[in-house]
């Protein structure tokens, strides 16, 4: 699999990472090595969930563990626009008690 598309504010202090339309469990590897080169450079990391329809339970603990991970770094880890089946989903998790959940008109096409 290669990278995952990745956009960088100007100011280099947020990175941006969309995800494709199904996320599965083959994500998990890349996506936590992408995020933790930016959480340990003190980079908050939010995940693009706009073109995303589908999640399994294993990216769901993946980004558990990103925010944990975030929080021991002071950084933030955030979802932006989840839609659909997969905003259902992080409700019915209740994810939003446990990290941000952000709306945007702004998107990140892939």
Do not use: W
């Not at 693009?48 to 558990?64: M, P």
């Amino acid at each position: 699999m290669g990278s995952l598309f990745e956009f960088t504010d100007e100011h280099g202090r947020g990175a941006t990472i969309s995800l494709p339309i199904q996320c599965g469990e083959n994500l998990c590897t890349p996506l936590k090595n992408q995020c933790l080169s930016h959480l340990q450079g003190g980079i908050s990391v939010t995940l693009d969930l706009s073109q995303t329809e589908a999640l399994d339970k294993v990216l769901l603990g993946c980004f558990l563990e990103l925010n944990e991970i975030a929080a021991q770094y002071e950084c933030r880890f955030s979802l932006l626009n989840p839609h659909g089946a997969v905003l259902e989903l992080l409700h019915r998790l209740h994810f939003e008690q446990l990290m941000t959940l952000n709306h945007s008109p702004v998107t990140y096409e892939i």
